[in-house]
């Protein structure tokens, strides 16, 4: 399937090889012979967005891949970027039983990717929208919480409208994720394969002036504007070349084709300790930059970044410096030099030639506060009911990153179907009064 | 060390493991490379009229990624001249003395029986195997299965072959029958020296659903096959106990039919066999298996004090009985190794719509007066940790069927326990013979309504 958006050819993430390959038959019939299928699957349970694993593993063992990708599908509508960013050890592989029979767990998100690879090359629907209700729903952001309340909103028959600033749409899968584990582009094609069913993405518009009239306009609002820029480091010697913030990094390794580092590159440091920190360092790592350290202000045991992936940062290289903040960011006739770190009551001096600032984003605090009633946490995101997703308004629902809870994509998934729920049994079925 | 070396009338062999006739045993060169192995004998693969095959030959089926678990073949017998084989067979009898070196046949006319007999043995082979059981190509001929379907026929041939030949004459039986006693009767009759079983069964292993032709394939076509290898034991293993067991069979027996592994071995020779024939799990391992294999009976004989493999034989043929001969007090319950457990809670399907009713997750509530000794408890880890999943099982409601256990994935984690019923052995024939048989709710009991 071709997308209708624009990627510059010579882009930093085609330099990346795979972390996890897409299966072959073969492999993938393999491992899903692996599977006990338990019933009452506790993988079933653990899914956030509440897929039928031990089900769809069977189909793929009994090679029906087409009644797999129906199954992932039918919970899930971004089922491929899941199955190539879902962190599954902790999450449905987590609770695998196989784990207490001392065997390995099943490869979850690999069989998953496997299964729903076809619906991103051919973009074929399983299910068909209902008869349409003509009530309307804006969506402002195209991120995944966005994509997957509009899909579940079109199957009811309502019709979604999403506006997106940038001029990709997708979010994060499109900008924000390691090269590794998907592309820019597969992130495009799947959100192409979802639009197919009937969404509207409109992209480079702004609504930030124009929330009145969304609110006028529309039956329903849903708020799935994600995370923002990265925070800044309060230090000497920031302003300049050589450091970068860690979404404008990703950013530029996955859309642009101007070089993401400086020439001879042999030095880096990584600040922060979060998932975003670490996938920066294994970015630099696989690039081949030879010295990757992560300065980290806490030791790794309170590291909010995975386990799993500071296992795999360290046997890419990465060092972890603990208990460690910069102070100064050295530069000589404004050229970075490096940076005078305080690392366990000592004062070093570390060389870098890029510095990647990922201690956190930012939350779009000034546009969130232009949504009449919604508000907002200590964190700065958006408080939502449990159940149904929706704000302080009772038009407008929110969900994905930019509100409480695991800052994944399949839970960006789950908020979206359930805010999509929540519209249609409160707001958008007819005779139950709308705008 | 147990002696291993078996006497399956009057064929001596320093081991029970025979390469059955198919083909690992095709060729001097194959049979000689077996031998160095250390293979105790060989059948050779039958020699007649050499035939045309085809191509492909083979069909499988797997279980859930292991391979081969059956095989299907539509060869026929040996496609090298006759004179190749016997001159063959005469160099490995010659070289390798000590081992049994036995050929399988296959004519049609008495005359032909007896030249293909004394051709034969003048190679100085041990032994003769008639081959009676082929299921295809040759039965259209009137050969192999065409033969050992008819009673009357085996008895026929079996006696001309005993008037022909001066070495032992073992007659090879096919599956693809009804009551495999009736051949076995007649082979004895005929003057059979020892049996052998089983041949291949008769099947189709699956169809090319794109295609839609079975499988092998042979040029958009395909026909019925001979089926071996591990999925056949069972229906081998029942045939060879019906032929120890039956009084008037008093011949040795070399059983064939899904052997792997030495235990795969010893439960035949447990159950009547003298020695073993195998084939398939040589065409999948290769003939480097014997180490394994002779291993493995040798280190069973000495821990179960037996000094030799003789020993063995019938051990387990008269723990076959009748169904009404079984006792019907005799009751075992499912037991749940809590520790063991994996939670993967297979069993409770199992028990729900497959049997009856018995097992169940942590946090239901047995009933009054049952005994289920783990409900409590599991209950109570249930409300501790939201994720605990071992269930437990209502002693009274289990029928002692085994399902759970056979679908368990764990080693040894679902064991049958037996229970007090504190009632005396009684079997249902014992109650024919009493005359206590009745059942209440019975046709003849409940008025039609």
């Known amino acids: ?308 992936e500071l296992n795999d940062a360290r046997i890419e290289g990465v060092h972890l410096l603990e208990h460690a903040v910069i102070t100064e960011i050295v530069r000589e006739k404004g050229k970075l030099k490096g940076a005078r770190v305080r690392a366990s009551d000592e004062d070093i001096f570390l060389q870098a030639d890029i510095i990647i600032i990922a201690i956190g984003q930012a939350k779009w605090r000034d546009l969130l506060m232009k949504f009449p009633d919604v508000e907002l946490n200590e964190a700065n995101e958006i408080i939502v009911d449990e159940e149904t997703g929706r704000t302080g308004n009772q038009r407008i629902y929110a969900g994905g990153d930019a509100t409480p809870g695991m800052k994944l994509v399949v839970q960006a998934v789950a908020d979206g179907k359930r805010a999509a729920q929540a519209m249609h049994r409160e707001l958008l079925q007819t005779g139950k009064g709308g705008a | 060390m147990a002696e291993l070396s078996v006497n399956l009338a009057g064929i001596k062999s320093p081991n029970p493991f025979w390469l059955a006739s198919a083909p690992p045993t095709n060729s001097a060169e194959q049979v000689m490379r077996a031998f160095d192995l250390g293979w105790g004998g060989v059948v050779w693969k039958t020699i007649g009229d050499p035939i045309v095959n085809v191509s492909s030959r083979l069909g499988s089926i797997d279980a859930d990624g292991i391979r081969m678990v059956g095989l299907n073949n539509i060869e026929l017998i040996t496609d090298r001249p006759l004179n190749e084989n016997l001159r063959e067979i005469r160099e490995v ?156 069979i008093n011949i040795p027996i070399s059983a064939i039919g899904g052997i792997s592994t030495w235990r795969d071995a010893a439960e035949f020779m447990a159950l009547g066999a003298t020695n073993v024939q195998i084939c398939t799990a040589v065409m999948h391992y290769g003939y480097r298996i014997i180490e394994q294999l002779t291993d493995g009976l040798s280190n069973y004989l000495d821990e179960h004090n037996m000094a030799s493999a003789q020993e063995l034989i019938g051990r387990a043929v008269p723990a076959v009985v009748d169904w009404g001969d079984l006792n019907l007090n005799y009751k075992v319950v499912a037991d749940i190794n809590q520790e063991k457990c994996i939670g993967c809670q297979l069993c409770i399907p199992a028990c729900h719509d497959g049997a009856h009713q018995c097992i169940y997750p942590p946090g239901v509530e047995a009933k009054p007066g049952h005994t289920a000794p783990h409900a409590a408890e599991a209950a109570e880890k249930l409300a501790d940790d939201p994720t605990y999943r071992v269930p437990w099982v209502d002693e009274t409601d289990c029928v002692g069927c085994n399902l759970c256990a056979h679908v368990c994935p764990v080693p040894d984690c679902i064991t049958m326990k037996q229970v007090e019923t504190k009632k005396p052995r009684e079997s249902w024939n014992e109650r024919i013979a009493k005359g206590t048989t009745f059942i209440p709710g019975g046709l003849h009991d409940s008025p039609a309504s």
């Open chain 2, 93 to 248: 009898k010659k070289r390798f003395p000590d081992r049994a070196v036995v050929v399988s046949i296959m004519a049609e006319s008495k005359d032909d029986w007896r030249e293909l007999i004394r051709r034969s043995e003048d190679t100085g082979c041990d032994g003769l195997e008639l081959n009676f059981g082929c299921p295809h190509g040759m039965c259209e001929r009137g050969m192999g299965s065409a033969v050992g379907q008819e009673p009357k026929v085996i008895r026929e041939i079996t006696a001309w072959a005993r008037e022909f030949a001066s070495t032992p004459v073992i007659v090879k039986l096919t599956p693809n029958i009804s009551d495999i006693v009736e051949p076995g009767r007649a082979a004895t009759e005929g003057g059979a020296h020892a049996l052998s079983l089983i041949n291949t069964i008769k099947s189709l292993t699956g169809v090319d659903l794109d295609n839609f032709v079975p499988f092998p394939v042979v040029g958009g076509q395909s026909t019925p096959g001979g089926f071996c290898g591990p999925a056949v034991k069972p229906i081998a293993l029942h045939m060879v106990s019906a032929l120890a067991k039956d009084s008037k």
């Open chain 1, 1 to 308: 399937m071709t997308i209708p958006f624009t990627l510059p050819k010579q882009r930093w993430e085609l330099k990346f090889s795979e972390a996890y390959p897409l299966y072959t038959d073969a492999e993938a019939i393999a491992e899903a012979n692996r599977c006990l299928y338990c019933y009452d699957a506790p993988c079933t349970k653990t899914c956030p967005a509440g897929i039928d694993v031990a089900v769809f593993i069977r189909k793929i063992a009994e090679r029906n891949r087409h009644g797999a990708a129906k199954t992932v599908l039918a919970s899930n509508i971004l089922g491929y970027s899941c199955g190539c960013v879902c962190p599954d050890v902790v999450l449905c592989a987590g609770s695998c039983v196989l784990k207490d029979f001392k065997k390995p767990v099943i490869q979850i998100a690999r069989l998953h990717r496997y299964a729903t690879e076809k619906f991103l090359s051919d973009g074929k629907h399983f299910f068909t929208p209902a008869t349409a209700t003509g009530k309307k729903v804006a969506l402002v952001g195209a991120g995944p919480a966005s994509l997957a309340c509009a899909y579940e909103l079109k199957l009811l028959g309502h019709e979604p409208v999403i506006f997106e600033k940038k001029t990709l749409p997708g979010g994060l899968n499109t900008t924000g994720i390691a090269p590794y584990k998907m592309t820019a582009e597969d992130a495009l094609r799947e959100v192409e394969a979802i639009r197919r069913i009937g969404i509207e993405i409109r992209t480079g518009v702004d609504i930030s002036s124009q929330i009145k009239t969304l609110l006028k306009d529309y039956d329903a609002v849903f708020i799935g504007v994600g995370i923002g820029d990265d925070t800044e480091l309060n230090v000497p010697g920031i302003d300049g070349d050589g450091v970068i913030g860690s979404i404008e990094w990703i950013e530029q390794l996955r859309l642009s084709d101007k070089p993401a580092l400086p020439k001879n590159t042999k030095r880096a440091l990584v600040v922060g300790g979060g998932n975003t920190a670490l996938d920066a360092a294994r970015e630099l790592a696989q690039l081949g930059v030879p010295e990757v350290t992560m300065v980290y202000r806490r030791t790794a045991q309170l590291m909010p970044g995975f386990r799993h």
